[in-house]
């Protein structure tokens, strides 16, 4: 059983940690929030020891992994601090994306965790719903045939204004990592942008994308819509098929190029996912059994190095709106 602790006790690390304390493979020892009030809220929560900074936490608590559920700018800017302290003590981090909105400390990040053999994981939570692996085995045992071309969606209502790349930053970790699930490294972006009337941050976004395996694809994003009536749409098409995956987990349909006759799964009301909560369970428990089982550091799925790949693609974005070229995507 991994004894775990919680860092940064607002929304997502109230959504963590009840998940650590049903998990059989875990148990959760502490929680660390550098407010007061809510780090001793979730001890009382979940009957345990709060502490008010990560190098109390370490001082008093044998432990084996850590969330940083941490926010900051851009949803990101106070990532890098909690995470390299846990890493430098030897301690597994699962962080929440994106794994930070300054891409010289998500390379830092990845290269702490390398040097110190520990695991380091980003939740990215979306690809973790049994549809999206059942279309990955679709892609696997070749019912796409080669692979051509992918299509994304990903819009949620977001008025927050931190910056001009909040969205691209805090949202699309999510978007381009079920795109890498599904169609590995990404080489070159070309992107375009505006804001919504008002908005200081790009609030929309129109990225393309050649993938190092020569799928192109195409990625919308916004924080201008209502995400109750479709969070995500995923479309994968290859020489034999297509499948669309919609809203993460809803609705997945297998279009075969050369028969009429269609595969759909349903999420069932009987047993199916629950909501979009049970996306962190799934990822956690994932996330968990691994560490658990001590997997190749490399096998670890949703990775540091996976997050720090997508945030690579955000900023070759960024620059592409600033040049209007085409951006090359640094090869990692
Ligand atoms: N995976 C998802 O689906 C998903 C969804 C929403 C948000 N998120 C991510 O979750 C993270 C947290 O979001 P939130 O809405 O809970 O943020 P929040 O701002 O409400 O909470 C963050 C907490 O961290 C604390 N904190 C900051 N630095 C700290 C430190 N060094 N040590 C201890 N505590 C510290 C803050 O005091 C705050 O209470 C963000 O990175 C966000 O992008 C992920």
Known sequence: ?????????????????????????????????????????????????????????????????????????????????????????????????????DIEKARAMVAKADEKGVYFGINLNHRFVPPAARAKKWVEEGKLGDLLLINMTMWINN?????????????HPHSLDIMRYFCGDVKRVHAFANRAPGRVCYSNVQVNLEFANGVVGHLTGSYDANPSHNLERCEVMGTEGRFVLENLYQELTLYPRRSDELTVIRNSIMGGLSGFGATFQNRIHRWLEQVDAKVPRDQIEASGHEGLAV???IEAAIRSVESGKAESVPAR
Not at 14 to 20: E, K, L, R, S
Not at 22 to 31: C, M, Q
Not at 159 to 171: I, V
């Open 1 to 101: 059983m991994l004894r775990v602790a919680v860092i940064g006790m607002g929304n997502i690390g109230n959504t963590h940690a009840p998940v650590y304390k049903a998990d059989a493979l875990s148990e959760l020892v502490a929680v660390c929030d550098i407010i007061k009030e809510r780090a001793d809220k979730a001890a009382e929560r979940y009957d345990v020891p709060a502490y008010y900074s990560v190098d109390d936490l370490l001082k008093n608590q044998q432990l084996d992994a850590v969330t940083v559920s941490t926010a900051g700018v851009e949803n990101g800017g106070d990532h890098f601090e909690p995470t390299i302290q846990c890493l430098e003590a030897g301690l597994h981090v699962l962080c929440e994306k994106p794994i930070s909105n």
């Open 311 to 313: 945030q690579e693609i």
């Open 159 to 171: 008025p927050n204004e931190t910056s001009p790349w909040f969205h691209l930053r805090a949202l």
